[in-house]
């Protein structure tokens, strides 16, 4: 493996933390990584410079005011050196890092969750079985969350290369949902609603313990499903996140294979369910066998008490 090029993840303007983490991954193989950071203001890049990194180049363009996998794709890969490409395993990045690997022919792993020099495990068969891929040459690699430590920031030594004139955008319209809560994919702690809260306003217990711990609110797919107001950026499991926190606390949800996909290598889990013979209790680390609208005020008053 020749180099690799980090594809720094941005939210809100600013370097993710994850970004910290795919430095990590990236010596992990051997390598030291170049970061490229897509933006719009190039001094966000000041901000990703870490130990054991290379040059950080800011990747400046209109296009990357809203997420269109083509533009980005295409203004990434005139920018980026070559080498093996990681991001993190967010659905954003990864669907680019599919984009740019398509461009220069790269063989893709994603949602790797542990690497040997060049050798790259994760997770098949929506959870059920691992397999360990070795690189012969360079690939676009995706990582998780939580996985590797985050290095240490250091100063960044930024070049800009501005793609502005370069890369003309296909977005149209974006229609955001505005939400200051932490992403699902990146929360050290989660909070998640099933089907058994009944309603999307129910929630709010969640919300309100979710403040108290510094957390973020996940779903499962029956409860996207059956409310609009819970929307699909929640949703944990197969077919929507892949998170792995320190702790999850499942509520209202009876841990379906296709949810556990999304979650059963958080650290602690803990299982609020009515029914005893919920499948979700096989996987807790603790449970709890009652109602949440009986458990959710007890546990938000006493988690209020411990954090005051
Ligand atoms: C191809 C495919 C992909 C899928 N992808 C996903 C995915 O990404 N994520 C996902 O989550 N699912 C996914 N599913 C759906 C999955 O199979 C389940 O249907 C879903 O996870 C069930 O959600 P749930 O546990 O919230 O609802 P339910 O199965 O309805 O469970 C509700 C639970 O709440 C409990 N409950 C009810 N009332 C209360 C109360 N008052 N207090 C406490 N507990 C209560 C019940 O005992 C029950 O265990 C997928 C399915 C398919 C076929």
């Known amino acids: ?20 983490e795919l ?13 490229i950071v897509p933006c719009t203001d190039s001094s966000i890049a000041d901000n990703a410079g870490f130990e054991g990194a290379g040059r950080t ?6 296009c990357f005011e809203n997420y269109d996998a083509s533009s980005w794709a295409a203004a990434i890969d ?5 080498g093996t490409l990681l991001a993190a395993a967010t659905p954003q990045s990864k669907d680019l890092l599919a984009r740019v690997a398509a461009r220069r022919g790269l063989a893709v792993v994603q949602d790797v969750v542990a690497i040997n020099g060049s050798n790259l495990t994760s997770p098949i068969y929506s959870g059920k079985a691992m397999q360990t891929v070795a690189l012969s040459g360079d690939a676009a690699v995706s990582v998780r969350a939580n996985i590797f430590p985050a290095a240490n920031a250091s100063g960044a030594d930024v070049s800009v290369v501005d793609q502005s004139g370069d890369v003309a955008t296909a977005v149209q319209e974006i229609i955001a949902r505005a939400s200051a809560r932490l992403d699902v994919a990146e929360a050290n702690i989660i909070i998640s609603g099933g089907r058994g809260m009944g309603s999307p306003d129910n929630f709010s217990h969640l919300e309100r313990i979710a403040d108290v711990l510094g957390a973020a609110v996940g779903a499962s797919r029956a409860a996207v499903d059956t409310w609009d107001d819970i929307p699909h950026s929640m949703q944990v499991g197969q077919t929507g996140k892949t ?11 009876s841990g379906a294979i296709q949810h556990l996909a999304g979650m059963r290598s958080s650290k ?4 609020i369910n009515k029914d ?24 938000e008053s006493a988690l209020s008490a411990m954090m005051a």
Not at 243 to 253: E, M, S
Not at 279 to 290: E, L
């Open 1 to 20: 493996m020749s180099e690799s090029i980090i594809i720094a993840e941005t939210s809100k303007g600013a370097v993710a933390p994850v970004t910290a």
């Open 23 to 35: 430095v990590s991954a990236a010596i992990a193989m051997g390598t030291t990584p170049t970061i």
């Open 57 to 62: 180049i800011a990747v400046k363009g209109g």
């Open 78 to 82: 005139a920018a980026a050196p070559a």
């Open 243 to 253: 998170v792995n926190p320190n702790l999850y606390i499942a509520v209202g949800i």
């Open 268 to 271: 602690y889990i803990v299982a």
């Open 276 to 299: 005893a013979d919920a499948p979700i209790f096989a996987h807790a680390d603790y449970g709890i066998v009652a109602t949440w609208e009986e458990t959710l005020p007890v546990l």
